[in-house]
């Protein structure tokens, strides 16, 4: 099965620093790596999604980048808030299984920004 | 996205009592749910895949017999868990597929079995 590594496990930057968080993934028939944003006691939220047949997607201040060769993708937030300070999941996930998609998420990065 | 509604959004039950969580869909039908489990400072684990109209498929290791998943309308999985016990505490969340293979995720719910 897929088996997603993210780093680092923890991250502090300061305000208006950039921030950047690496994943890498085994299976290489995965096709879809969203990312997620997760808030103390909340549910994850997506943030943004990047498809294998891209390398690069930006919204904001936020962009991923996608290296299909080396099985990595990245999270990269410029200008960081404080309100960025959160828990982020990099997931990675194959063709439908069943129809539906069913990714395996990373571990998560605890992200803070100091003010 | 979808519109996902979950809830209770946090409950304290006592030991063999059994809890339901309810998943709601409040814009899309969809045939396929799934609950996760979220331990603290831990990753998403998938529980199982809640099926409308069908027995829900579990992942290895998760007890059918504890975590019971009813999937009786389009827009409504529920995650009932039986006789619960302290090591249940956890934060179970739901995810709901939208239109363009995207998924949202419900707002948790933090179970604490005293």
């Known amino acids: 099965g897929e088996n997603v590594e993210q780093h680092p496990s923890t991250l502090s930057v300061q305000e208006g620093d950039s921030a950047v968080i690496k994943c890498t993934y085994s299976?290489?028939?995965?096709?879809?790596f969203p990312w997620y944003k997760q808030e103390l006691g909340k549910g994850p939220q997506l943030i943004i999604d990047?498809?294998?047949?891209?390398g690069e997607k930006k919204d904001q201040r936020i962009a991923v980048t996608l290296n299909k060769t080396a099985k990595h993708f990245s999270l990269h937030i410029t200008e960081t808030q404080p309100e960025d300070s959160a828990v982020y999941f990099c997931?990675?996930?194959?063709?439908?299984?069943?129809?539906?998609?069913?990714?395996?998420f990373g571990r998560g990065t605890s992200l803070i920004v100091h003010p | 996205g979808a519109v996902v509604s979950q809830h209770p959004s946090w409950v304290i039950c006592k030991s063999g009592t059994s809890v339901k969580i309810e998943c709601r869909s409040l814009?899309?039908?969809?045939?396929?749910m799934f609950w996760y489990r979220q331990f603290p400072k831990q990753s998403l684990m998938l529980m199982a895949t809640?099926?409308?109209?069908?027995?829900?498929?579990?992942e290895q290791g998760v007890e059918k017999d504890k975590f019971l998943i009813n999937h009786a309308s389009l827009t409504l999985s529920t995650l009932t868990v039986t006789s619960a016990h302290p090591e249940d505490s956890s934060f179970y969340i739901c995810?709901?597929?939208?239109?363009?293979?995207?998924?949202?995720f419900g707002s948790g719910t933090r179970l604490t079995v005293v």
């Open positions: 997931a990675a996930s194959p063709g439908p299984r069943g129809g539906s998609y069913i990714p395996t």
């Open positions: 299976d290489s028939a995965s096709n879809y």
């Open positions: 990047i498809r294998s047949n891209v």
């Open positions: 814009d899309f039908q969809a045939t396929t």
């Open positions: 809640s099926n409308e109209g069908s027995k829900a498929t579990y």
């Open positions: 995810r709901v597929p939208d239109r363009s293979y995207g998924y949202t």
